[in-house]
């Protein structure tokens, strides 16, 4: 027997979250991204866009641009469920570590939810009492 011993890439940190002038609550931006983006015509955000990029690193970039963390819930295409509820989880000073756990945990529950609503009508397709599946 073998053992895999090769590991899931690691995610991005979130990156620290404060609110602006007007109270708007964003991610704090990197001023080195900020200046690249500034400085570089060539490298605007529609470029990026349609450049072949991992969705973590796309929302660890609109992280890094200082994006709003509503904004940053709303960007569907990229911003998955998970990475915005930690996200949120930090901004309430929750350690990054311990709000990944809690919204697994919360998934984990989900999922042995749904495996229990869906017990029953399983059963009654496989022709099976519930207690032996």
């Known amino acids: 027997m073998t053992e895999n011993t090769e590991k899931a890439p690691a995610k991005n940190p979130i990156q620290p979250l404060s609110n602006d002038a007007h109270g708007v609550l964003r991610f704090k931006p990197n001023a080195i991204v900020q200046h690249l983006l500034d400085t570089h015509s060539s490298c605007d955000m529609n470029t990026l866009r349609a450049m072949n990029f991992?969705?973590?690193d796309r929302q660890q970039f609109a992280q890094l641009i200082g994006y709003s963390l509503s904004g940053y819930g709303d960007l569907r295409s990229y911003v998955d469920d998970e990475s915005y509820s930690v996200a949120v989880h930090v901004a309430d000073s929750i350690d990054e570590r311990d709000a990944r756990i809690t919204v697994l945990e919360k998934?984990?529950?989900d999922l042995r939810a749904f495996v229990i609503t869906l017990r029953e009508p399983m059963?009654?397709?496989?022709?099976?009492?519930p207690d032996d599946l």
């Not at 059963?123 to 009492?129: D, G, P, V, Y």
Request: glycine share 0%; no cysteine; proline share 0%.
């Open 54 to 56: 991992t969705n973590d």
């Open 107 to 109: 998934k984990l529950a």
């Open 123 to 129: 059963a009654q397709l496989f022709e099976m009492h």
